[in-house]
């Protein structure tokens, strides 16, 4: 009952930074669950990967595949689904995925960017609407009055000053992760790429090459048309000079 209490004295502002809470809780815990599941697979995912690529490349690639409900699974997996020997685009894979899933491990920084900085700004608000109604207390020689009311006007400033703190202190939390996903996945992608060059798989017999091997080698060049016959009158036999002409 204190806390409702000083929540109806607080104010005006009191109520959206009510929703401001809200919102930044229900990014917190999204994190936070978001978080805990990578890091208790995400070592287990890199090593097995990276030791079948020492001697399988196939054996890596459906690893990597079976592991693609997790960021460093789909980021290992990138360069292997590719059938073609080529380090650049191997390279090209491993960066472009890298990009993509780091924008994932950012979503909900900006909403608490917008709560921390919000925060301590309604706080203010909702003191000085409450120094306003005291000052109408001072006014009306209500000393008594005019005392409660700076008081209660501080609440709004504490209740705004908590949770751009507490927004803050994850905020800084959830970035350290993400910089040092940025450490594991360089190291990972740098692994994987030297194992690449080292020893690289063999796909000259792939589906692809051996349909496109096969297509070239039973094409055989169209016959070619009979000439019309219409085309070249038959010759007339020449006039035989024996024949008289009387007959």
Do not use: C, H
């Not at 020997?85 to 960017?113: H, I, P, Q, V, Y």
Request: hydrophobic share 45%.
């Amino acid at each position: 009952m204190d806390i409702l209490n000083l929540f109806y004295k607080g104010g005006l502002a009191m109520w959206p930074l009510l929703a401001l809470s809200i919102l930044s809780l229900s990014v917190i815990f999204e994190r936070l669950w978001f978080w805990l599941r990578i890091l208790n697979q995400e070592k287990e995912i890199v090593a097995r990967v990276l030791n079948a690529a020492a001697e399988n490349w196939e054996a890596a690639a459906d690893i990597a595949r079976q592991a693609t409900n997790q960021p460093i699974g789909r980021f290992l997996y990138a360069p292997l689904r590719l059938l073609k020997n080529d380090t650049e685009t191997f390279r090209l894979a491993l960066e472009s995925t890298a990009e993509d899933e780091l924008a994932g491990m950012r979503r909900g920084e900006k909403l608490l960017e917008a709560v921390i900085t919000i925060s301590p700004l309604l706080g203010l608000l909702g003191t000085v609407l409450g120094l306003i109604g005291s000052l109408e207390g001072i006014s009306t020689s209500d000393v008594a009055k005019a005392s409660t009311g700076i008081g209660e006007s501080l609440i709004s400033t504490a209740a705004g000053l908590i949770v751009a703190i507490a927004s803050l202190i994850f905020y800084r939390l959830f970035q350290g992760l993400v910089i040092n996903q940025v450490k594991v996945f360089r190291k990972a992608g740098n692994d994987l790429e030297l194992l690449y060059r080292q020893s690289p798989p063999d796909f000259s017999n792939s589906s692809e090459i051996i349909l496109r091997e096969s297509s070239q080698e039973s094409f055989t060049p169209p016959p070619k048309r009979n000439k019309n016959r219409f085309s070249n009158p038959p010759e007339l036999p020449e006039k035989s000079d024996s024949l008289d002409p009387e007959q």
